[in-house]
Structure formats: structure tokens, C-alpha cells
């Protein structure tokens, strides 16, 4: 999430600057996939149909749910504590793309955050549905980073991946508050 908000604000002035900032942000998923690490938007369809087809119940999806979805929070806020250790945030300039991202990110309407977070979690579910279907690592590779790709680009809202960008500004001293990240995070993830 962070090399994204770099690469957006380091090649903002390049007309596909855009382009190839949302293209590096499917690598994420690609690490996920190929460790076998546990994502709480993937885990929602992996889960629901697998209670749906009786093979789990759907208590142990909602635990596992809760679990995976406060793991990957704890995840996020160790990542951002750990770039602030690096000093990696507090040279971030007031007025850079990851602190304007996140309050985008976090003023938009409930109804367009769910939305949003509806077709991000559609199309993360694709990538790793057809990345699945690949038996070449390079295939599965290149699906799931052209695949992300859309979401990012069209500017989707991955709960997840706002947990990771709203604690890296906040950490980083941008002005996006508890509140305004916590109002994205429910639509987000209800709509994920």
C-alpha cells in the first residue's frame, strides 16, 4: 500500500503516472496468494461458499471472519509502526497523496463507500478465482496483478488496504481522524 501513495505522488505529474502507481498495488495480493496468508475479503468467498456448500458451518465462517479481519488490522498498524520506525513517514510532505488519499477515502458518502467496496471485493475475488486456474506461477502472477489493477485504478474501497493507508497517515502525522477512518472502514468492510 505504501510503494502505491509513493508512486502516486512521485509520478503525479506524468500523464499515466496513475496507470503505473496502480499497477504495483496488485503485487500485495500476489504475496498473500503465493505465502497462503490469510485475507479477510478473499476469506469472504472462500468461506461463504464453502458453508454454503455444507463443507463449513457458518459460525466457523464468522470466526474465522472476526479473527482474519483484526489479524490483518493488527497487520496494518504493525506495518505502519514499523515505516514509522524507519522514518519512512515523517518525511512525508503535509500535502502528500497518501494523507489527500486517505481523506478522500474517508469523506465520501456511506452509500458510495459500500458500493465501492462491493466492486473492490468482486474483483479481488476474481483475481484470486482465475489466479486459481493458472498452473504457471508467471500466469498467476500477471492475473493478479492485472486484475487488482482495476480495482485500484477505478478507485474501489478495499477495507483492508484502508486499514493499511488510514494508519499510515494517521501515524504519519496526516489529518485524518479516528472518526473519518473508522466511517470508511464500516461501509468498506460491510460492502466487502
Not at 503505473?20 to 479477510?40: D, H, R
Not at 466492486?119 to 498452473?135: D, E, T
Request: net charge neutral; proline share 2%; with cysteine.
Amino acid at each position: 500500500v505504501f510503494t502505491f501513495w509513493v508512486l502516486k505522488q512521485n509520478l503525479h505529474d506524468i500523464s499515466m503516472g496513475a496507470v503505473i502507481a496502480s499497477g504495483f498495488f496488485g503485487v500485495g495480493l500476489m504475496i498473500i496468494v503465493f505465502t497462503n496468508t490469510e485475507l479477510f475479503t478473499s476469506n469472504n468467498m472462500y468461506l461463504t461458499v464453502s458453508s454454503h456448500e455444507g463443507r463449513t458451518s457458518w459460525p466457523q465462517a464468522g470466526l474465522l471472519w472476526i479473527s482474519c479481519y483484526f489479524g490483518n488490522f493488527a497487520g496494518a498498524i504493525f506495518v505502519a509502526l514499523l515505516l514509522v520506525g524507519a522514518g519512512s513517514l515523517s518525511q512525508l510532505p503535509p500535502d502528500h497523496a497518501l494523507f489527500d488519499g486517505a481523506l478522500h477515502k474517508a469523506h465520501q458518502a456511506g452509500s458510495v463507500i459500500f458500493f465501492k467496496g462491493v466492486l473492490a471485493n468482486w474483483i479481488v475475488c476474481l483475481a484470486v478465482r482465475v489466479a486459481l486456474r493458472c498452473k504457471e506461477e508467471v500466469a498467476k502472477v500477471l492475473v493478479l496483478i492485472l486484475i487488482v489493477f482495476i480495482f485500484v485504478y477505478l478507485g474501489f474501497e478495499h477495507s483492508i488496504a484502508n486499514m493499511g493507508t488510514f494508519a499510515m497517515a494517521m501515524l504519519g502525522g496526516g489529518t485524518l481522524t479516528v472518526g473519518e477512518a473508522l466511517h470508511n472502514l464500516f461501509y468498506s468492510t460491510v460492502g466487502n
